[in-house]
């Protein structure tokens, strides 16, 4: 029988998932789909926006966020997104 990995999701990742389906969402948007308070919501972009995983720009008074595609190089070899599971240890492995 193979094995296979769970993989672990958190509120946030819904949150990502969100902002990335949607292309661009209003916070109370956000709050209301998620049914979390705006203040989690506004706490969760703050973070998010300083490490440029989402973007953020204002109609009026009205805060909408957008997820930012990031390229990176690794090994010679551009992708859009995070490390797999196997590239972060690899990595680890050689700065060690």
């Known amino acids: 029988m193979p094995v296979t990995e ?3 999701t958190t509120d946030v990742d819904g949150f990502i998932d969100l902002v ?6 209003a916070l109370a948007d956000v ?3 998620l049914n979390l308070p705006i203040a989690t919501i506004q706490a969760w972009t703050d973070f998010l926006v300083e490490e440029k995983i989402l973007g953020i720009e204002y109609k009026f008074t ?4 957008y997820f930012i595609e990031q390229k990176k190089k690794v090994d010679d ?6 490390d797999t599971k196997e590239a972060f240890f690899e990595k680890a492995k050689r700065h060690s």
Do not use: C, M, N, W
């Open 31 to 33: 709050a209301r789909i």
């Open 62 to 65: 009205t805060p909408y966020v």
């Open 6 to 8: 769970d993989v672990l």
């Open 77 to 82: 070899v551009s992708y859009i997104g995070f």
């Open 20 to 25: 990335k389906k949607e292309k661009k969402i």
